[in-house]
């Protein structure tokens, strides 16, 4: 079948009533040191973002800013100071949520130096995560795993269903799978939020049995209102169902 007739051909899905996210109670991706990346920008922000968790019934969050070479140029240093100032405001403020930060890695040319000095933050047992550049497959994909995985670290691929270049190519996906990198699929895909050929890809991966973590990859208070619309969707009460993601083991 066409990828159109997939799109345009199906059925509409009947939504459920929304499921109870608090069972996952832990977010791992998401962008909420006010000001370090193009996700939350000041504190206030920040603080309506992490009472929305807390509405929600996440019992912890490990908010995970960009490190990129060119636009975001973050280190532990930055990102452990503004989680320390978060930290402090969430105390003031009395909202009830656990706070630890990590950092979502682009692949790009300055990713294995970092490697090399053990300068990432990682989260849980030592979890990695990382993302792809949008407009290729970076040609060092398989010696950066190689490479993360014999230096101790858990590679965890960020929103695996929203690479354009794997949109027609499943057998690169399960590969890459088949290396032992831990797939993260963001809630909001689900909805069609990026797409409906990302929501597609997301489709297939849960119903392959290869999801690893779901996270609200939150940037802003309208993502929030977009998971709120994916607890209704068959899709998330499906992968958290079959009861394999590893979020609230951290
Ligand atoms: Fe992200």
């Not at 699929?185 to 929501?199: D, F, M, P």
Request: charged share 25%; net charge negative.
């Amino acid at each position: 079948m066409g990828i159109f007739k997939k799109i345009f051909g199906r059925k509409k899905q009947e939504l459920l009533e929304p499921i109870d996210i608090s069972v996952l109670e832990v977010d791992m991706h998401s962008h909420l040191i006010p000001g370090i990346d193009d996700g939350a920008q000041t504190m206030e922000q920040t603080l309506e973002l992490l009472q929305e968790f807390s509405n929600l019934g996440y019992r912890k969050v490990i908010t995970t800013p960009h490190t990129m070479s060119d636009y975001y140029k973050n280190n532990p240093q930055i990102i452990l100071a503004g989680l320390a100032d978060v930290k402090k405001a969430l105390k003031e403020k009395e909202i009830k949520i656990e706070l630890e930060a990590a950092s979502e890695y682009n692949l790009d040319a300055d990713f294995e130096g970092l490697i090399d000095r053990k300068e990432l933050l990682t989260f849980g047992a030592n979890y990695l995560l990382f993302e792809l550049p949008f407009f290729q497959e970076p040609p060092m994909l398989d010696s950066i795993i190689w490479k993360l995985q014999t230096s101790d670290y858990k590679p965890v691929l960020a929103h695996v269903e929203r690479y354009p270049f794997w949109f027609k190519d499943w057998e690169r996906i399960l590969d890459v799978k088949a290396r032992g990198v831990l797939f993260q699929l963001n809630i909001n895909s689900l909805t069609g939020h990026y797409g409906a050929e990302v929501r597609l890809v997301a489709e297939k991966l849960i119903d392959h049995n290869l999801v690893d973590f779901v996270a609200t990859d939150c940037h802003n208070i309208n993502h929030i209102g977009v998971t709120k619309q994916a607890l209704k969707y068959p899709y998330l009460h499906k992968v958290i169902k079959e009861g394999k993601l590893l979020n609230n083991q951290l």
